[in-house]
């Protein structure tokens, strides 16, 4: 035994094979590792642990707590398939109260004694001697592993922000993913950069308390009137006790958000309908909160509708009516010890900063560059993505990550609902590693060929879509890689997602024994439709 070995607990086979500390570790703790973790409980598996950098669980929903932070799809859609809430208060819940659905979960699943909580992984590397991942914390410990499933979700880290003179503001900075709710708002002058999703919430509350609030926007957004209404408790009891009506309305809202999000998208450049006809619902929803023409074209994209998520506000367009709202489409020049001086060289005082930015994208180099992924025979995941188009087997596996799954992948999430692809790639996972167990291996790897037919059965759909054409030019959009290729939407059903999940062949991939056991176990075949 190595000293390596014993620093780390491990124990060998016969002076051979190393044994990993867990069979999976799980590195996210939001709704992907949860789901995944009950996948793992609900099939037996109980030797693995959920890895989270955060002080508790939650993932978006427990690092996102800035004012009026809240689902913008309808909660109905927003869960699990098998853990359905029927007692939302509001089409779309608040976040206090999705978290508190994860919560639940967590405790009616026994997720609690498997988490390892303010711990953060700073590399894997592949040990190819005994068929195990070696992670890195950020105190230097080193946790091994069978297998690793990545649930790192979309977002990952915050974009620096490339401005100059940012370092040299003297007043208070709020990030809106670490908001400081002991800072007071009101009346003081506020700016926020940024026009996104985020901001859709925040900027109407913030607006409400701040003496000036000036808004920094680069692009508008489509936004469209949110159906929001509380739910009366008749109609939660009817969704708890009535058998099918809570699935059958889901099921039909996610028909609606998979029209929206992923036909419009995908198809909407052959059926140019598709995108017209909500672009003119928006502008005409715009014009009903607007009445200033310049302020309306402010707000107005110069990008299709499609191009770039959506979002959903009743008081986003009417924020900017206020008086002490401001917005400045001028740019900006340099932020200076006591404001921002925007292109045309008007400088604005502030007393508060608020950044709302946006993320680095889960699969961009950057991520990887900073918390490095060694796989097989020096394989350098941030290279990958750097140098490849991204390819990875329905989204979850790449041929030189052995025992790797990732929740998120290219060409993986199903724009229906976020739950459905957690619960489609757990589905997979624990398909591969119940196989894994009943061949006796303790590699898995997809093959290539296999990778390579899931690319060449993705990339036609994903090519001539709606993110390709000229009325996204503008859009800069984060559904685009930057290969140029429509890589953070599966260009397909969910339907087709789910039912790949239950029939792909498990002989796509590899099973292999460590060399100093067995040799590989390459020429087994799996039973049909297992």
């Not at 008086?323 to 008007?346: F, H, K, Q, S």
């Not at 339907?495 to 020429?523: C, H, M, N, V």
Request: charge should be neutral.
């Amino acid at each position: 035994m190595t000293t390596l070995d014993k620093i780390n607990g491990h124990k060998t086979t016969g002076g051979e094979a190393v044994e990993p500390q867990h069979q999976v570790v799980i590195i996210g703790g939001g709704f992907g590792g949860l789901g995944v973790g009950i996948a793992l409980r609900r099939a037996g598996i109980d030797d693995f642990v959920i890895i989270e950098r955060a002080d508790d669980i939650g993932g978006t929903w427990y690092n996102n707590q800035y004012p009026d932070v809240a689902v913008d799809v309808p909660g109905i859609v927003y869960q699990f398939s098998f853990e359905q809430n029927p007692h939302w208060s509001r089409t779309f819940p608040k976040g206090a109260e999705v978290k508190a659905y994860i919560d639940h979960c967590a405790d009616k699943y026994g997720i609690r004694p498997h988490l390892r909580l303010k711990t953060e992984i700073m590399s894997r590397v592949w040990d190819e001697d005994n068929h195990l991942w070696r992670l890195t914390t950020a105190t230097g410990d080193i946790i091994t592993a069978r297998y690793v499933v990545t649930a790192l979700g979309a977002f990952v880290e915050p974009k620096k922000l490339d401005i100059a003179g940012l370092e040299s503001f003297a007043g208070k900075v709020i990030q809106t993913q670490k908001w400081d709710h002991d800072y007071d708002l009101t009346g003081k002058r506020v700016a926020v950069i940024g026009t996104g999703a985020t901001s859709v919430q925040m900027i109407p509350k913030v607006a409400e308390v701040a003496g000036h609030l000036d808004v920094y926007q680069r692009r508008p957004i489509w936004v469209y009137a949110k159906p929001d209404f509380e739910i009366p408790r008749g109609v939660q009891l009817a969704l708890k006790y009535v058998p099918g009506l809570q699935s059958g309305i889901r099921a039909m809202a996610a028909g609606v958000v998979e029209v929206g999000l992923v036909a419009v998208t995908v198809y909407g450049k052959q059926l140019a309908p598709l995108t017209k006809l909500p672009a003119w619902a928006v502008k005409k929803y715009l014009n009903s909160q607007i009445k200033d023409p310049i302020l309306r074209e402010k707000l107005t994209p110069d990008y299709g509708f499609g191009c770039k998520r959506p979002s959903v506000s009743n008081v986003y367009y009417k924020t900017f009516t206020r008086p002490n709202v401001e917005l400045i489409t001028d740019g900006i020049a340099e932020i200076t010890p006591t404001g921002i001086t925007d292109r045309d060289g008007n400088h604005r005082e502030i007393d508060t900063l608020v950044l709302a930015t946006g993320f680095e994208m889960s699969q961009s180099p950057k991520v990887f560059r900073e918390r490095p992924v060694t796989g097989r025979d020096g394989f350098d995941l941030a290279d990958f993505y750097e140098k490849e188009r991204a390819k990875a087997y329905e989204g979850i596996s790449m041929p030189e990550l052995p025992n790797t799954f990732m929740v998120f992948g290219p060409y993986a999430w199903s724009g229906s609902s976020w739950h459905v692809m957690v619960e489609n790639v757990a589905r997979h996972t624990v398909r591969v590693i119940t196989e894994a167990k009943r061949r006796g291996a303790t590699a898995v790897s997809v093959k290539p060929e296999a990778n390579e037919r899931f690319y060449n059965f993705i990339l036609p759909k994903a090519t001539d879509t709606l993110m390709h054409g000229r009325a996204c030019a503008n859009a800069n959009s984060y559904y685009i890689d930057h290969h140029g290729d429509f890589s953070f939407l599966r260009p397909t059903t969910a339907y087709q997602a789910t039912k790949a999940s239950k029939t792909f062949s498990l002989d796509d991939y590899d099973y292999e024994r460590p060399k100093s056991i067995s040799a590989p176990l390459k020429g087994l075949h799996a039973e049909a439709g297992r």
